[in-house]
């Protein structure tokens, strides 16, 4: 039976540090003052925060509506379903981006109360405009294209096709791993065996551009294969990045290192993290003010959280 808690349990995920690195004021307001904003007795401020913690930008909805038809595609792969031309998975993401750019201007006040069923995009919210600037809508348009073609083309495509030759593990779904009583969440695209090779393979979907980042976020993936299958070396894993805009694709074999470095990146991160909050077996957190603003103007710009920290 789900539980109403006042604070939310401590995990840990690449994003979640990363978003601790960018601003420690969108931290809170990510991982704790938006927590039970969901629910219909919550302050206004949880509220507040959750909602706006819901809101999305036209590349990271454009990003996630990718992800999800390249999931259908491959399950269709799998069960040996029809899979749909080039074409029409192009309409098909025009659809839901459409769909997007409609709730925004038009369903303001559904998203309102129900944040998490509709979207919002941050480009109308803020701009309080019926319009997407046209430099970021024609920008939309050559990376739809590129993306799909790219995917038909891209190795993954090509090996999951041979199906035969592969075992599928599972994709897009939480898993985590537990390191001193913390969750560690990891959400891996695709993950598959090849038979042929004996080897594992990772692979993460990229619709935007190559990151130094990218290598760490497999490795951790790495790291949780190994331990939930108890993978004697880290030699039979593959990882890969498909860069599907540019239509590349870059591949790592990890050492033990690598494990190691991201291992004690975690550690690092943790206690960091710790340092802020009042209560750490409780996961209660310092008061707000106790969380810092950043004062780089270009990442506010970006920020979901401007109407609370500029009011």
């Given at each position: 039976m789900f539980e109403v808690k006042p604070y939310p349990e401590l995990s840990w995920s690449l994003s979640r540090h990363k978003t601790?690195?960018?601003?420690?004021?969108?931290?809170?307001?990510?991982?704790?003052?938006?927590?039970?904003?969901?629910l219909k007795n919550a302050d206004s401020l949880a509220r507040q925060t959750y909602r706006l913690k819901k809101m999305t930008n036209l590349e990271m909805h454009f990003g996630s509506v990718v992800h999800d038809l390249i999931y259908q595609i491959i399950q269709r792969v799998i069960r040996n379903q029809k899979v749909p031309s080039q074409e029409e998975v192009i309409d098909e993401i025009r659809h839901h981006l459409n769909r997007g750019f409609v709730e925004s201007i038009k369903k303001e006040h559904l998203w309102n109360n129900r944040p998490k069923h509709y979207t919002m995009l941050h480009e109308i919210y803020y701009s309080q405009s019926n319009q997407l600037p046209d430099s970021k809508v024609e920008k939309i348009n050559v990376r739809l294209n590129a993306a799909v073609e790219n995917f038909f083309k891209s190795k993954t495509y090509i090996e999951v096709s041979k199906q035969d030759e592969m075992e599928f593990i599972d994709s897009e779904s939480f898993r985590h791993m537990k390191a001193d009583d913390v969750k560690i969440f990891v959400v891996m695209d695709l993950v598959y065996k090849d038979l042929q090779n004996n080897r594992w393979v990772i692979v993460d979907w990229k619709t935007g551009k190559k990151s130094e980042e990218d290598r760490h976020q497999l490795a951790l993936y790495a790291l949780y294969l190994k331990q939930k299958y108890n993978i004697q070396s880290i030699e039979d894993i593959i990882i890969r990045n498909e860069y599907l805009v540019e239509g590349t694709h870059v591949e790592y074999q990890l050492t033990e290192q690598d494990l190691i470095n991201v291992q004690h990146l975690y550690q690092i991160s943790m206690e960091e993290m710790k340092k802020y909050l009042a209560d750490e077996k409780k996961n209660e957190p310092l008061p707000i003010h106790e969380f810092p603003m950043q004062e780089k103007p270009h990442i506010c710009a970006r920020c979901n959280y401007q109407e609370l920290c500029f009011s």
């Open positions: 601790m690195l960018t601003c420690l004021r969108k931290y809170a307001y990510d991982y704790y003052v938006s927590h039970n904003g969901w």
